[in-house]
Nanobody, 125 residues
Framework: RVQLAESGGGTAEAGGSLTLSCTASGYTYARKWIAWFRQAPGKEREGVASTYTGDDTTYYGDSVKGRFTVSRANAKHTVRLQMRNLKPEDTGMYYC??????????????????WGQGTQVTVSS
């Protein structure tokens, strides 16, 4: 059974940094999409970043480009999301998700059947 375990959420001040980790298990890690989504109260789920473990392809949502960076520890089946220059609007529940095929929509949640439980990120102003 596919499992995605997130860690690293917490509280940071505006301008600060946090790093989230997602460790995948229960399937072959290679050649999969692993993505980060976030959802703030009262808002729709938003694609933050999405990476393909088969090569170096990574996509970022417009609101986080230049501030968030994805890195991978493939031997550990782990994808990390390094978040810098955090803003209060980055606050939300962050979810790790995975898919075998995103059909050219790497930042759309409907293409991801496997989800973690989420980790809360709170950025204070």
């Amino acid at each position: 059974r596919v499992q995605l375990a997130e860690s690293g959420g917490g509280t940071a001040e505006a301008g600060g940094s946090l790093t989230l980790s997602c460790t995948a298990s229960g399937y072959t890690y290679a050649r999969k999409w692993i993505a980060w989504f976030r959802q703030a109260p009262g808002k729709e789920r938003e694609g933050v970043a999405s990476t393909y473990t088969g090569d170096d392809t990574t996509y970022y949502g417009d609101s986080v480009k230049g501030r968030f960076t994805v890195s991978r520890a493939n031997a550990k089946h782990t994808v990390r999301l390094q978040m810098r220059n955090l803003k209060p609007e980055d606050t939300g529940m962050y979810y790790c998700a995975s898919s075998f095929d995103v059909e050219s929509r790497p930042l759309e949640s409907r293409g991801f059947p496997f989800w973690g439980q989420g980790t809360q990120v709170t950025v204070s102003s």
